[in-house]
């Protein structure tokens, strides 16, 4: 049995072998995708190494339980075992894994390559939480400039949708972290002090790149250099990452609504594929509400990718609706959505109650005046906004405009 680690390879160190299914011993514990880290948590600081199960590709337990572990101190060797796939590499390791043991069957269709290409990040957890991993930083392509903290990443993919809209992808730093929903500050290396300006991230935070999706500002100081980028330039991008609409700043409940206008939905495009957000929510509402059908088609995509995903596919194919709507152009759906809340529309077609605070939960981006009165929609029907330090009902941001 192989194990994948951020280098390679290799082979279990004969002293971890003896781990057991289901067996506990003073340093080694072995656990399934269901077992509660909060039973173990005066244990584990003398525990050297925790081993998670993963019954089926599908069953996304074993991460949320190994970022639980972590949250909760745990600074020994993190262990994923049995059925995780090189796509969901990078995402194990954001969890706080270290390595995963996999079968030799798995290993012969999925040589280390497709574990450790560019997509996997070179440097582990305990390495990152103990400052280390520099020899490997060391062996990266990307740039760092270190004086203004900032990453030189190339551009690896744009897509222009309409005259005012358009997508890239960049290469991702490999030390870069941020949680699907957060955003950054990009900037050009165009000038001696480049401009920077906040961008949702659009892609989820396992990806092994990071997409955005901007509009096009006549005479914008930075969109003017931005929209004429092809691939192999270079797009710099700041080293933190923030932002309300994260998962964690919800509370749990049954639904989540993920509501946007125009450029709005690039963290919902982040989130959507995300299996936190599946695994938190039994069901996931992402309205996009845009002038022209042509301005919805990222979305659009957004959601196939989604659902065709490896990773988060079976689980948004079950869990994830889409309900677009046009304001100018006419189509099947017309409205602004505030207009849907109101009259109910949006609940009816959907046959789903309208909000309330048991069930319901929301995400805002879009416009100030959107956000505004979608916030309001929420707060009548009694849910309350919550924050990063106060999870809470809803969360809200205004999609970042020139
Ligand atoms: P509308 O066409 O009725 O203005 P924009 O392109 O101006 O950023 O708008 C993006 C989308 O957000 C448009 O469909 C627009 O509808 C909608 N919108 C603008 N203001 C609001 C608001 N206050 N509440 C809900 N939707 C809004």
Request: negative net charge.
């Given at each position: 049995m192989p194990l994948v680690t951020t280098e390679g390879f290799r082979l279990i160190p004969s002293n971890e072998t003896s781990v057991s299914a289901e067996s506990?011993?003073?340093?080694?514990?072995?656990?399934?995708?269901?077992a509660?880290?909060?039973?173990?948590?005066?244990?584990?600081?003398?525990?050297?190494?925790?081993?998670?199960?993963?019954?089926s590709f599908a069953d996304g337990r074993g991460f949320s339980l190994a970022k639980r572990l972590r949250n909760y101190g745990?600074?020994?060797?993190?262990?994923?075992?049995?059925?995780?796939?090189?796509?969901?590499?990078?995402?194990?390791?954001?969890?706080?894994?270290?390595?995963?043991?996999?079968s030799d069957e798995l290993a012969r269709r999925q040589p280390e390559a497709d574990w450790v290409s560019d997509r996997a990040t070179p440097v582990s957890y305990i390495e990152r939480l103990r400052g280390r991993g520099s020899s490997i930083v060391a062996q990266l392509k990307e740039k760092y400039v270190s004086q203004d903290g900032v990453f030189e990443q190339q551009v690896t993919h744009v897509k222009h949708y309409t005259d005012g809209l358009f997508s890239f992808r960049?290469?991702?730093?490999?030390?870069?972290?941020?949680?699907?929903?957060?955003?950054?500050?990009?900037?050009?290396?165009?000038?001696?002090?480049?401009?920077?300006?906040?961008?949702?991230i659009a892609s989820p935070s396992w990806d092994d790149e990071l997409e955005f999706y901007s509009i096009k500002v006549p005479d914008g100081p930075l969109t003017e250099h931005l929209q004429h980028v092809a691939v192999g330039d270079t797009v710099l991008v700041r080293k933190k990452a923030t932002g309300t609409l994260v998962a964690d700043a919800l509370t749990p409940a049954k639904r989540l609504y993920l509501l946007a206008t125009g450029t709005g939905m690039a963290p919902?495009?982040?989130?959507?594929?995300?299996?936190?957000?599946?695994?938190k929510f039994e069901q996931v509402v992402l309205t996009h509400s845009c002038r022209d059908h042509n301005e919805l088609t990222y979305g659009r995509e957004a959601v196939g990718r989604a659902k065709a995903d490896p990773l988060v596919g079976?689980?948004?194919?079950?869990?994830?609706?889409?309900?677009?709507?046009?304001?100018?152009?006419?189509?099947?759906?017309?409205?602004?959505?505030?207009?849907?809340?109101?009259?109910?529309?949006?609940?009816?077609?959907?046959?789903l109650p309208r909000f309330d605070a048991a069930n319901d939960r929301a995400m805002i981006c879009g416009s100030?005046?959107?956000?505004?009165?979608?916030?309001?929609?929420?707060?009548?029907a009694g849910l309350t906004e919550g924050s990063n330090s106060r999870p809470g009902d809803f969360v809200?941001?205004?999609?970042?405009?020139e």
């Open positions: 506990i011993n003073d340093r080694f514990v072995n656990l399934s995708g269901d509660q880290a909060e039973a173990l948590r005066d244990k584990l600081a003398d525990l050297d190494l925790i081993r998670i199960e993963f019954g745990y600074k020994g060797h993190l262990r994923a075992s049995g059925h995780v796939i090189s796509d969901q590499f990078r995402y194990a390791l954001d969890c706080g894994f270290d390595d995963v043991e996999i960049v290469t991702r730093p490999s030390s870069f972290r941020f949680r699907s929903g957060e955003f950054v500050m990009i900037g050009m290396p165009n000038a001696e002090k480049p401009i920077f300006r906040a961008y949702s919902f495009a982040s989130l959507i594929r995300d299996p936190y957000v599946y695994e079976e689980a948004a194919q079950r869990k994830l609706i889409f309900y677009p709507t046009t304001t100018r152009e006419t189509g099947p759906r017309m409205g602004r959505i505030t207009l849907h809340i109101e009259t109910g529309e949006l609940f009816r077609s959907l046959d100030l005046p959107m956000v505004h009165d979608t916030k309001a929609l929420l707060e009548a809200v941001e205004r999609a970042f405009v």
